[in-house]
């Protein structure tokens, strides 16, 4: 592991401005990361849950466990962990995979892994049925994520045993007393009554991270986090703007987002707000529009980031649905609209980074015929389930960019009939 660390200090000595040699990341020596149903895995970006749970075993255990002493081995022999192939698949593709956004975390000293970052996912109770989510984290996706798995369309890990109910959680974050940064997220942190006795226990020194919808603010949690001053962010999911958000957020509207995200600038001006967008088949167009809305806010605060991320799961919502042509259209029309922010977002450092993500857009190789009639079908079940959203999917054609890459069957077209639709959603 030693020859791996100093290229680590390399980077963080400014010789290199991000990233790590090898395949190494610090998250499998620091980081515990635990799900809504309580079980743990090796960070968000994993691709699989791990066996254990946080009902079995305490963090540091957990850190300490033969799942994580093989991930580490794995990665020390210069080779990807299998649970790591999100970020060896990104990087390959020339995006910025998040062991590359890790710089941000201490390497430990020694070979003693130690708790110091957490992320806990603490339950899924949640007011959105967001586009892109399923019931493993939201309780809004529940009826929907039933009939969903009644189209075929598997989105949703079986809700497991052990889910961990609210006001009964295993152990306290008093209990990491290396703890330098915590992650909460849900469900909506921001109902969760767990939310307020997590962030009250952690000391003023410890990193603080909420990810809201920001659909509702709750100003307990917010009058905390004036404790935290410059250690405190928030990041909040958009992954459009106007009819775009709407058809993501569903059904939370653009316009209550945008009226709470002014009031929590104004209520804390030293947090850091991070927008998190992550780019799918249905917001393929509002990469532009999320760009130009945070340049709006970004040229007179500093303290706002922007977080971008391809879609991973499910594979039917992926850009890569789309056929190759009409992703090419919509890869021009982005850089056609970003050609005005070119000197904002170089000056930020991004430019380099949307270049690739557009890039990847207009080459990424079209997944099988099969996703795509998956994506079909659940772009007609949004359209009939959420007929408000009919007008977006229309207007951005994105059953056109479906359709002109594989024969629908009989099926298919009726449901894609937009008189037919329209006729099923007002009855
Ligand atoms: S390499 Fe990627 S998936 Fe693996 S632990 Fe690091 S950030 Fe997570």
């Not at 430990?108 to 970052?117: A, I, K, L």
């Not at 949004?382 to 009919?390: F, G, I, M, S, V």
């Amino acid at each position: 592991m030693s020859s791996q660390i100093e290229n680590v200090e390399k980077d963080k000595n400014g010789e290199q401005e991000t990233g790590y040699k090898s395949v190494f990341c610090p998250f499998p020596y620091v980081h515990v990361a635990v799900n809504t149903n309580g079980m743990y895995r090796v960070c968000c970006e994993a691709t699989e849950e791990s066996p254990h749970s946080l009902q079995e075993m305490k963090p540091a255990e957990w850190l300490n466990s033969q799942y994580m002493q093989q991930i580490r081995q794995t990665m020390e022999a210069g080779q990807w962990p299998s649970q790591c192939s999100n970020c060896k698949v990104q990087e390959a593709a020339g995006v910025t995979s998040k062991r590359l956004r890790t710089h941000i975390l201490k390497v430990p000293d020694t070979d003693q892994p130690e708790v110091t970052s957490l992320d806990w996912r603490i339950g899924r109770l949640c007011n959105a049925a967001c586009a892109n989510c399923n019931q493993e984290n939201s309780t809004k996706w529940e009826r929907s994520g039933t009939e969903l798995n009644d189209l075929g369309l598997l989105r949703d890990k079986e809700i497991s045993a052990v889910a961990v109910e609210e006001g009964e959680q295993p152990f306290t974050v008093t209990e990491l007393s290396k703890l330098k940064r915590a992650y909460i997220a849900g469900g909506e942190p921001f109902l969760l009554k767990s939310t307020l006795p997590i962030v009250e226990s952690l000391p003023s020194d410890c990193e603080v991270i909420i990810n809201t919808n920001l659909s509702i603010l709750n100003d307990d949690i917010l009058r905390e986090y004036i404790r935290f001053g410059k250690h405190a962010s928030l990041v909040v999911s958009i992954d459009g703007t106007g009819p775009g958000f709407n058809l993501m957020r569903h059904p939370i509207k653009f316009e209550d987002f945008d009226k709470n995200l002014r009031q929590v600038m104004d209520m804390l001006p030293q947090t850091m707000i991070v927008f998190n967008f992550t780019w799918s088949l249905l917001n393929v167009s509002e990469l532009a529009p999320v760009i130009r809305y945070f340049r709006g806010f970004r040229e007179s605060r500093e303290k706002m980031l922007i977080d971008f991320h391809p879609l991973e799961i499910p594979n039917y919502l992926k850009f890569a649905n789309l056929d190759l042509d009409f992703r090419k259209r919509v890869a021009e029309k982005t850089r056609s609209d970003l050609a005005g922010s070119n000197t904002f977002l170089t000056k930020l450092g991004l430019h380099t980074e949307i270049e690739n993500l557009i890039h990847l857009l207009e080459t990424e190789q079209m997944t099988k015929p099969e996703t795509q009639r998956e994506a079909l079908i659940y772009l007609n079940w949004l359209a009939k389930d959420r007929p408000y959203t009919e007008d977006y999917i229309s207007s951005s054609q994105l059953r056109d960019g479906l359709l002109s890459s594989h024969q629908p069957t009989r099926t298919e077209s009726k449901g894609i009939d937009h008189n037919h639709m329209k006729d099923n959603t007002s009855s």
